[in-house]
T-cell receptor
Framework: SAVISQKPSRDICQRGTSLTIQCQVDSQVTMMFWYRQQPGQSLTLIATANQGSEATYESGFVIDKFPISRPNLTFSTLTVSNMSPEDSSIYLC?????????????FGPGTRLTVL | QKEVEQNSGPLSVPEGAIASLNCTYSDRGSQSFFWYRQYSGKSPELIMFIYSNGDKEDGRFTAQLNKASQYVSLLIRDSQPSDSATYLCAVTLRNSGAGSYQLTFGKGTKLSVIP
């Protein structure tokens, strides 16, 4: 596996503001993904972070609300824009490793976001 | 609509017993199947993956896959209180043309192992 870190680990934000979450991996990966896990719910895929090109968003998620960057093979950011209390959630990045033939995803520790 | 279904539980088993967790999926094109364990307040941790019909064993864990029935299960032998967590079933389907996989999660089964 790989060591995946996320910053911040948690934050409390005011509505209308934006927060950028960072995901860093200690080895090269093929794919990076961003998920949301709302309280008591399972994981929902927000988007696939593509290196050097625009992210691929799932139905119900748009770039204006969740802009994503991936400048290289080991780093990605997710911004939650113009936040509302409904955005309170855990945000998780996951990766598929370069040195494996499987499509297994490994998850970072998550960012717990509370919007007041 | 691609779906993954799990019984939400809670499933309670005594320490030392076998815990059986079940999952069904709707898309016959699903290719890869995963079980993740998630402790409260933590991120999902991979337990096992399985690609072929049959059983796959790893220590106290056995994953079982039946593609004809669209059914995957996880057995935990000699259950321990430390196994108490939510177990998430996930399946992947290749996105045609994109060359990538989309992982779809069930809502998870909460397991409680009673000492």
């Amino acid at each position: 596996s790989a060591v995946i870190s996320q910053k911040p680990s948690r934050d409390i934000c005011q509505r209308g503001t934006s927060l950028t979450i960072q995901c860093q991996v200690d080895s090269q990966v093929t794919m990076m993904f961003w998920y949301r896990q709302q309280p008591g719910q399972s994981l929902t895929l927000i988007a696939t972070a593509n290196q050097g090109s625009e992210a691929t968003y799932e139905s119900g998620f748009v770039i204006d609300k969740f802009p994503i960057s991936r400048p290289n093979l080991t780093f990605s950011t997710l911004t939650v824009s113009n936040m509302s209390p409904e955005d309170s959630s855990i945000y998780l990045c996951s990766v598929e490793l370069l040195d494996t033939s499987t499509d297994t995803q490994y998850f970072g520790p998550g960012t717990r976001l509370t919007v007041l | 609509q691609k779906e993954v279904e799990q019984n939400s539980g809670p499933l309670s088993v005594p320490e030392g017993a076998i815990a059986s967790l079940n999952c069904t999926y709707s898309d016959r094109g699903s290719q890869s199947f995963f079980w993740y364990r998630q402790y409260s307040g933590k991120s999902p941790e991979l337990i096992m993956f399985i690609y072929s019909n049959g059983d796959k064993e790893d220590g106290r864990f056995t994953a079982q896959l039946n593609k004809a029935s669209q059914y995957v299960s996880l057995l935990i032998r000699d259950s321990q209180p430390s196994d108490s967590a939510t177990y998430l079933c996930a399946v992947t389907l290749r996105n045609s043309g994109a060359g990538s996989y989309q992982l779809t999660f069930g809502k998870g089964t909460k397991l409680s192992v009673i000492p």
